[in-house]
């Protein structure tokens, strides 16, 4: 079993809709948890980061973090052509003492103008 | 500018000729990490150093060395590139704090 999972997609949305984008982590230690986007060919920057249970929302962002599911989410309101890209969900586990990120594999967004 | 800049940005090599892609930061960032990006695989930690001088091992550290001299540079060294190295190469930088992760722009290697 992976440690992060995510869907590869594609998810296809058309444009001003809702995107939810899901993951899910083995480690049930894990402490923090983190969306980034990657545009192909590009780098991947950080959009949020969650820590406790609940909702955190940031402007068109929402992530959801329930630790006893161990599943975390990511929806994206007003879904734009630029939202379209790769979402890496990543996750802190248990203190290693190596302060490392575990990726998923990435969920790729296409929002259709 | 705060930045991570990498060297060179793509390289096409061949099996067993040694190269180096370096990393340098301007954020004075103590934190320091090398990640490798495959498809289907996400991106997984090669080294990492919590200061000058201290390196220590990731996920994935077979087949490469990395040193850290001077707090801003954090050179990845192949000494004998093999095809199944062949990835894209991401250096990131970091105060401690996982959530200011700094990238930068990747580097494209292929080892023929």
């Known amino acids: 079993q992976k440690e992060v999972e995510q869907n590869s997609g594609p998810l296809s949305v058309p444009e001003g809709a809702i995107a939810s984008l899901n993951c899910t982590y083995s480690d049930r230690g894990s402490q923090s948890f983190f969306w980034y986007r990657q545009y192909s060919g590009k780098s991947p920057e950080l959009i949020m980061f969650?820590?406790?249970?609940g909702d955190k929302e940031d402007g068109r962002f929402t992530a959801q973090l329930n630790k006893a599911s161990q599943y975390v989410s990511l929806l994206i309101r007003d879904s734009q052509p630029s939202d379209s890209a790769t979402y890496l969900c990543?996750?802190?586990?248990?203190?290693?003492?190596?302060?490392?990120?575990?990726f998923g594999s990435g969920t790729r967004l296409q929002v259709q103008p | 500018e705060a930045q991570v800049t990498q060297n060179p940005r793509y390289l096409i090599t061949v099996t067993g000729k040694k190269l180096t892609v370096t990393c340098s930061q301007n954020m004075n960032h103590e934190y320091m990490s090398w990640y490798r990006q495959d498809p289907g695989l996400g991106l997984r930690q090669i080294y990492y150093s919590m200061n000058v001088e201290v390196t220590d091992k990731g996920d994935v550290p077979e087949g490469y060395k990395v040193s850290r001299k001077e707090k801003r540079n954090f050179p990845l060294i192949l000494e004998s590139p093999s095809p199944n190295q062949t990835s894209l190469y991401f250096c990131?930088?970091?105060?401690?704090?996982?959530?200011?992760?700094?990238f930068g722009p990747g580097t494209r290697l292929t080892v023929t």
């Open positions: 969650i820590y406790s249970n």
């Open positions: 990131a930088s970091s105060t401690g704090h996982l959530y200011e992760q700094y």
């Open positions: 990543a996750v802190n586990p248990r203190d290693t003492g190596r302060r490392a990120l575990t």
